[in-house]
Each structure stands twice: as structure tokens, then as C-alpha cells.
């Protein structure tokens, strides 16, 4: 089975904080995502890496910023934490021959 | 632009059959996905269709009519765990091919 794991489940960060997610996916997945989650909004893509030391804007990638050192790892870095990035983080890998993303079960994060 | 549309929230009746409807408008085209996702877990995939038609799987459905941009999700015999949120996802044809994510449709199956 794929397993996709973020470090965290729930997070609280004060303001101006620098916070980093971790994701790390165990299958050799040339593809990883990071979204965000917001009730209305469904998921919106953050930022994208196609393979080692590259990354690619998603829609929303204001305010974050990525790293993608080894092929199993992809971190989302909030540089100075604000409350609107108080959200639901999810982190996506895929195969490029695969077909459809697995998901990390998400980390809460809220900004005080 | 890119706009994906399904309607917020749905209720059926347990045993009943339910249509979650997506439109959608992409700049790039790769295939159709639906995903479902119960409260604070995440998506897991359900379906995928790349050619216009009907895909089944057991007791769950995906239709697609690319030059409509639609697809639905047919979900049968409905069950007390089918609550949960249905994502349809559109997915591009440029590097990497990211997924689209419509808001979700939040379906309650009452006993």
C-alpha cells in the first residue's frame, strides 16, 4: 500500500512564526502536491514538485514556500505564519505513470 | 480559467440512489476523478474516467461527457458510512498534471 505520511496531525503557531510541514511518501513518486483545505473552497494547490530540487506555483503559493531535497520528502514552509493561514494542509503524491493521487491524512494547523 | 462546480450539500434516504453532479471548465484535460473524504481524514480515491461513458464499481458509479464538461457519481444501495464529502477532481496535462479540486459535496444518508 502507498503510504503518504505528514509529521503532523495538529499544529498551533503564533503569529510570525516559521512553520514547516513535512511530507513523506514511501512509493518512489516522481509527483508531490501540497493543498490546503477550506470549508466552501474544497482543495486548492499550493505548491507542486515534479521531481528532486524542482518545484512549480500552484494556485495560492502567497505567503509559502517549498523544499524538495530527497525524492520521498516535500516541505511546506510558512515563512512568517498569519492567522488566514489557519487551515486544513493536505500533502498528495503520484506516480507519473500512475493515475490517481494518494493523499496524508492532513495537518490542522492554526495560527493564533 | 479553471472551474469546477458541484452543489454543496445533499441527503438520502439509506438503500436509496444518489447523483452528485460536477461541470467543469479546464484549460487541460487528463481524465476525471472522484474522491471521497470523511471528516478529518483523507481523500481516498474512487473513481476515474478519461473517456466519455459510464465506469462501475460495485455500488458506486462515474459518468463522463467530455464535450459537455460533466461527469456524475452514482452511488446505490446507500449506507449509514456513504456520509461523507465527494470530491471531483480534474486533472492537467502539464508538468507534474495537478489535480483541480471542485468545493465538495457533503452527502448525509439519514436511516
Known amino acids: 500500500d502507498v503510504k503518504v505520511t505528514q509529521s503532523s496531525r495538529y499544529l498551533v503557531k503564533r503569529t510570525g512564526e516559521k512553520v514547516f510541514l513535512e511530507c513523506v511518501q514511501d512509493?518512489?513518486?516522481?509527483?508531490m502536491f501540497w493543498y490546503r483545505q477550506d470549508p466552501g473552497l474544497g482543495l486548492r494547490l499550493i505548491y507542486f514538485s515534479y521531481d528532486v530540487k524542482m518545484k512549480e506555483k500552484g494556485d495560492i503559493p502567497e505567503g509559502y514556500s517549498v523544499s524538495r531535497e530527497k525524492k520521498e520528502r516535500f516541505s511546506l514552509i510558512l515563512e512568517s505564519a498569519s492567522t488566514n493561514q489557519t487551515s486544513m494542509y493536505l500533502c498528495?503524491?503520484?506516480?507519473?505513470?500512475?493515475?490517481?493521487?494518494?493523499f496524508g491524512q492532513g495537518t490542522r494547523l492554526t495560527v493564533v | 480559467g479553471q472551474n469546477i462546480d458541484q452543489p454543496t450539500e445533499m441527503t438520502a434516504t439509506e438503500g436509496a440512489i444518489v447523483q452528485i453532479n460536477c461541470t467543469y471548465q479546464t484549460s487541460g484535460f487528463n481524465g476525471l476523478f472522484w474522491y471521497q473524504q470523511h471528516a478529518g481524514e483523507a481523500p481516498t480515491f474512487l473513481s476515474y474516467?478519461?473517456?466519455?461513458g459510464l465506469e462501475e464499481k460495485g455500488r458506486f458509479s462515474s459518468f463522463l461527457s467530455r464535450s459537455k464538461g460533466y461527469s456524475y457519481l452514482l452511488l446505490k444501495e446507500l449506507q449509514m458510512k456513504d456520509s461523507a464529502s465527494y470530491l471531483c477532481a480534474v486533472r492537467g496535462t502539464s508538468y507534474g498534471q495537478n489535480f483541480v479540486f471542485g468545493p465538495g459535496t457533503r452527502l448525509s444518508v439519514l436511516p
Open positions: 512509493m518512489d513518486h516522481e509527483n
Open positions: 498528495a503524491s503520484r506516480g507519473t505513470g500512475d493515475t490517481e493521487a494518494f
Open positions: 474516467n478519461v473517456l466519455d
